[in-house]
């Protein structure tokens, strides 16, 4: 069983920057992909940020390119997302979730995964 904790969100103007950690407490041995989602009120949740366990490669949506990065810190069995440039569509709650069990050649999919965090608000005001 793995268990994820969000941590960081906040409120900020347009243009600002957050940084939100993610930690892993459990068996994360066979946690492949570890990823950030997002979800906006009315909207589906969608996949913002996906990082490979082994090996590192990073997978972002089209609309954070350029402008969040996803690292992990092993050690700490901790994900983390640099957020720059936020922009009021940034707004939501994120969640960062865990162990892709199938579909792996879509991990910015919210299907499939089977761990998954509570969630911690992000607000980008104009």
């Known amino acids: 069983q793995v268990r994820l904790v969000e941590s960081g969100g906040g409120s900020v103007q347009a243009g600002g920057s957050l940084r939100l950690s993610c930690s892993a407490s459990?068996?994360?041995?066979?946690?492949?992909?570890l990823t950030w989602f997002r979800q906006a009120p009315g909207k589906e949740r969608e996949g913002v940020a996906a990082?490979?366990?082994?090996?590192?490669?990073?997978y972002y949506a089209d609309s954070v390119k350029g402008r969040f990065t996803i690292s992990r810190d092993n050690a700490k069995k901790t994900v983390y997302l640099q957020m720059n440039s936020l922009q009021p569509q940034d707004t939501g709650i994120y969640y960062c979730?865990?162990?892709?069990?199938?579909?792996?050649?879509?991990?910015?999919?919210?299907?499939?995964?089977?761990?998954w965090g509570q969630g911690t608000q992000v607000t980008v005001s104009s």
């Open positions: 459990g068996d994360t041995y066979n946690s492949n992909f």
């Open positions: 979730a865990a162990e892709k069990a199938k579909n792996w050649y879509l991990p910015l999919s919210p299907h499939d995964y089977r761990y």
């Open positions: 990082i490979l366990s082994a090996g590192g490669t990073t």
